[in-house]
């Protein structure tokens, strides 16, 4: 099992570029989050999937869009890069229910400038 | 706003140390609360998690407190060794079908 693999590991952007970040669980997990990690923040929620088929904003969704493809992958879309968007991205998954341990992904590190 | 409080921002203790780590939160509906490691350059991984009905739970050389009345809990660390140096954020979350809270993170460092 790769657990949660996240693509790309790096990216440098120009303000108002677009890209996906892409994340994938083996799994069979039912829940999906994207996270953003900054220095002396914690980690953020950006969005997450519940479910497939469901998405919900979390405390910091503005600038993002998500997409849950199927069961295994969630993606995370930066329409209009801003270097206030310069972090480290996490995905985790979830199985849910009374099983409540997220596995996070390795991270994708993104600089805007 | 900040729903989970969690210091010290960074903390450094000899090997064989005991480092403990606070966090406090306000909202009663919190019932779960896990501890996460995370090392440089990776996500962060389940540590150990405890819920309110019990006031200490243990696995291995990690311990979590936990005062329900105070609304805060812990982590202590026993015999903390330099492999034990990476950041640690508290969380909490209300209900099966919520979403987790982090604290802001402590790095600890274990120097020899």
């Known amino acids: 099992n790769a657990g949660v693999t996240q693509t790309p590991k790096f990216q440098v952007l120009k303000t108002g570029q677009s890209m996906t970040l892409q994340c994938a669980q083996d799994?069979?997990?039912?829940?999906m989050y994207w996270y953003r990690q900054d220095p002396g923040m914690g980690l953020r929620l950006i969005y997450y999937?519940?479910?497939?088929?469901?998405?919900d904003k979390g405390e910091v969704p503005n600038g993002y869009n998500v997409s849950r493809l199927n069961k295994r992958e969630f993606s995370l879309r930066l329409e209009s890069a801003a270097p206030s968007q310069t972090s480290v991205y996490f995905c985790?998954?979830?199985?849910?229910?009374?099983?409540?341990?997220?596995?996070f992904g390795p991270g994708t590190r993104l600089t805007v400038l | 706003q900040q729903q989970v409080k969690q210091s010290p921002q960074s903390l450094i203790v000899q090997k064989g140390g005991i480092p403990i780590i606070n966090c406090a939160y306000e909202?009663?509906?919190?019932?779960?609360f896990p501890w996460y490691q995370q090392f440089p350059g990776k996500g962060p991984a389940l540590l150990i998690a405890?819920?309110?009905?019990?006031s200490e739970k243990k696995e291995g050389r990690f311990t979590i407190s936990f005062n329900k009345s105070a609304k805060q809990f812990s982590l202590h660390i026993m015999d903390s060794q330099p492999g034990d140096s990476a950041t640690y954020f508290c969380?909490?979350?209300?209900?099966?079908?919520?979403?987790?809270?982090f604290g802001t993170g402590t790095r600890l460092q274990v120097t020899l």
């Open positions: 985790a998954s979830m199985y849910g229910g009374a099983n409540n341990e997220q596995f």
């Open positions: 969380a909490a979350r209300a209900g099966t079908a919520s979403k987790l809270t």
């Open positions: 999937s519940a479910s497939e088929g469901t998405t």
């Open positions: 909202n009663t509906a919190f019932d779960y």
């Open positions: 799994m069979n997990h039912n829940s």
């Open positions: 405890i819920r309110p009905d019990v």
